[in-house]
């Protein structure tokens, strides 16, 4: 029999997988013959697109794309990066500092905590928000504080509030992720900008996570990079990735971009844990930036459709949510007074339908569920019909 090993001390002190209640459910559900229908998945279901995975097919076929990566990328993807970056926000990055290659920004951003924060340190993190960036944090040996987001306030921090959370606690960084998973809001320009003035004045870093920069539904709403608000290079680094605007999860890309010193300080981590991505994809994703207009506008519309059919879906049924400007995310509010994850286990129960409760995004999640817009509109229109016999009970 073979011995089981105790995990260590930052591995037990992290919080329960909360979705683990939900599989049992699930399971059970699928034992007694349901049909299981997910939208609680964040991962596109449509293919990347034919012109890249070409590029990749004519890289991987060069055996000088077939050695180690320089640490930090190589110039020409962080080239490409520059120059998109250039295009689409009017910044002007320094390729050769400003720009590190990443193997998928949850690498990214689960690194950087090791850069910056020592033992003990506290760090601000959004809730509802992404779980790894708190747990980031604690596996850093820092202590996540989350900062509410709430409906009244369109998911946007009150900056009052923020303030003086930055005062009672002298946070190493705040965290900011717009467009936000679960929530799919957006943030306004005086918002970044009072933010970016906070954060200088109290000297703490801004990690801003723009993985869904991309994923916008009307070009009025593009959303911005936090590295044009004047004064932010200064105190921040910004993670993109190619995951959601390419539909490229699985490819494991990304970049960082943002002050040098924060740029050196997760490279020099990086460089003592893994060796950059694989060549072949760096040029596919340098061919991804070149043509991004072309490439991620079908994209969106396949999303843009899809939104429609769940929005209508959720009006009819009397259920409020926060209207979607970016992201594939639809964030709504449970009806009445049930918990998010009483609601998510009955519907899954009842009607085989699996969404996400919003409780699993943190305590602000609490009232909240999360729809993926990540299935055809034939299963979303499918969904909605389970959702509407549920209210019907
Ligand atoms: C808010 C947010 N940030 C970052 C990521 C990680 O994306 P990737 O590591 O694929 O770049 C995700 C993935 O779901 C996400 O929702």
């Known amino acids: 029999m073979s011995t089981v090993f105790q995990h260590s001390q930052r591995l037990l002190e992290l919080p329960p997988y909360i979705f683990s209640e939900i599989n049992a459910i699930k399971a059970e559900a699928q034992k007694r ?6 939208l609680a998945i964040g991962d596109p279901d449509q293919p990347t697109p034919t012109k890249i995975i070409e590029e990749l097919k004519k890289a991987a076929s060069d055996p000088q794309n077939h050695v180690y990566s320089p640490y930090e990328g190589t110039l020409q993807f962080k080239n490409a990066v520059s120059r998109w970056f250039k295009n689409r926000f009017g910044v002007t990055l320094n390729s050769e500092n400003e720009v590190l290659a990443l193997i998928g920004s949850k690498e990214g951003i689960a690194h950087f ?3 910056f924060v020592n033992p ?3 760090c601000l993190y959004p809730s509802p928000g992404y779980p790894i960036f708190s747990t980031a944090i604690q596996l850093a040996g820092g202590i996540p504080i989350a900062v509410p987001h709430r409906w009244e306030n369109d998911f946007q921090p009150d900056l009052n509030e923020l303030e003086n959370l930055i005062l009672v606690h002298q946070p190493k960084y705040l965290l900011l992720n717009f467009p936000c998973n679960p929530t799919s809001a ?3 320009r005086k918002v970044m900008t009072d933010i970016v003035d906070l954060a200088r004045k109290h000297r703490t ?3 801003a996570d723009n993985a869904y920069s991309e994923m916008y539904y009307d070009v009025q709403d593009r959303p911005l990079s936090i590295l044009e608000i004047p004064g932010a290079m200064d105190v921040a680094i910004e993670f993109h990735s190619f995951s959601k605007t390419f539909n490229m ?4 890309i990304a970049f960082a971009a943002g002050n040098p010193s924060l740029i050196a300080g997760l490279l020099r981590v990086k460089t003592n844990i893994d060796s950059g991505p ?6 596919a994703a340098e061919f991804a930036l070149n043509n991004a207009d072309e490439l991620a506008e079908p994209i969106r519309n396949v999303y843009r459709e899809r939104r429609e059919i769940v929005l209508n879906g959720l009006r009819r049924s009397g259920i409020e949510y926060l209207q979607p400007r970016a992201t594939f995310f639809v964030w709504a509010k449970v009806p009445g007074n049930e918990s998010s994850m009483s609601f998510v286990k009955r519907l899954i129960a009842e009607q085989g339908l699996v969404l996400t409760p919003g409780i699993g995004f943190g305590q602000e999640g609490e009232g909240f569920f999360r729809m993926a817009l990540t299935v055809p509109n034939q299963q979303l229109h499918e969904a909605i019909r389970r959702l509407e016999l549920a209210l019907k009970r």
């Open 113 to 115: 905590p090791l850069a």
């Open 186 to 188: 957006v943030c306004t």
């Open 278 to 283: 694989l060549l072949a994809v760096q040029k």
């Open 205 to 207: 870093i801004l990690v």
């Open 33 to 38: 013959g349901v049909n299981l229908l997910s």
């Open 249 to 252: 999860t699985g490819w494991r």
């Open 120 to 122: 003990g340190d506290k």
